[in-house]
């Protein structure tokens, strides 16, 4: 008489949840360079601004601009920590590449390039 096999498993493993870690901080960090990119712009006069003769900030504010960098760079790093760990635990055959990591890294890199272009125009 054989007994059945008794799952042992206790839920996701370290890997698994440091992935799942990963994706939320390059999510969450690329979330905040939009937050960031939205306050530093300069803003658009309105009606009431013009009635009122109120002062307008007419330029980008470099130094928000900064923290945009960072967040960029958070994103770029915890994504490609992400992917490396996708690479690593993929060997299974049940293993699925995480699309939005490569998302996340391509849209990281591609907000560098264009914060890059943009700060060599300032001197």
């Not at 042992?8 to 870690?21: E, I, N, V, Y």
């Not at 990281?108 to 264009?114: D, N, P, T, Y």
Request: glycine share 6%; proline share 5%; hydrophobic share 45%.
């Amino acid at each position: 008489m054989t007994r059945p096999p008794v799952d042992r498993r206790q839920g996701p493993d370290l890997w698994s949840k440091l992935l799942t870690a990963a994706g939320l901080l390059s999510g969450a960090s690329l979330v905040v360079a939009l937050f960031i990119t939205a306050v530093a712009k300069p803003e658009v006069e309105t009606y009431f601004d013009r009635f009122y003769d109120l002062p307008l900030r007419r330029t980008w504010d470099l130094e928000l601009m900064q923290y945009l960098l960072y967040s960029l760079l958070l994103c770029l790093f915890s994504s490609s920590a992400g992917l490396i760990i996708n690479h690593n635990r993929k060997r299974r055959k049940d293993g699925r590449t995480r699309i939005s990591l490569f998302v996340m890294l391509g849209l990281s890199i591609l907000g560098i390039v264009q914060y890059l272009l943009f700060m060599s125009r300032y001197p």
